[in-house]
């Protein structure tokens, strides 16, 4: 999809915590290379296979049910930032897992990773992809990203609500599955501190 930005310049939420200077080594292309911005009040993220990482549009996809939904009601500026596949590429970094992307306002960080590639509905399958998951959103926010930071004199847990999203295809989120979704969603809670979900959709407020 064409950038949704009128500009390049790097949103405050980009410049606040140092993130192109953080993350300068860590990939293929940089931070201000890759950023997008928009302050639309709905947009749609989504992991394009044909580009290899995560992009997002304006407008309603044919195909919502692999999407995550990001509402904006009051058109705050958020960054979209492709993490695995293009910001985040070297081999000593990638170990241990990239999650495909990020949104970030002034307030939030949002860390996602799309598992809408899983067909099966199989419940052990369902479940090894969700601890896949977390391993990689975690990773990225706790092996890379906070510590990069923090080497720039950015304290993210002093500035941001940071959350994790991981989106599996609707169709694949059956009843009983969620019950055990939610067993590792309280467990993530517990051991980090930071919230989980097994959803495909927040309102940045």
Known sequence: MPRLAKD???????TNIRLGAALQHSGARSVAEAFDKSEAETLFVYDDRALGRTDWTMDEPDD???????DNPHKETIAMLPLDGCIITGTNTVRGGVCDGMLLTEKDMTLIEFKTNVTSANRLTILQRAQEAIDQLWHTYDGIIRPACASKDRTLDDRLAVDFHVVFHKAMLVTAINAELMDLQSMFLESNGLPLYFDSQKTFL
């Open 64 to 70: 919502t049910a692999r999407c995550f939904r990001a």
């Open 8 to 14: 390049n310049l790097l949103p405050t939420a980009i």
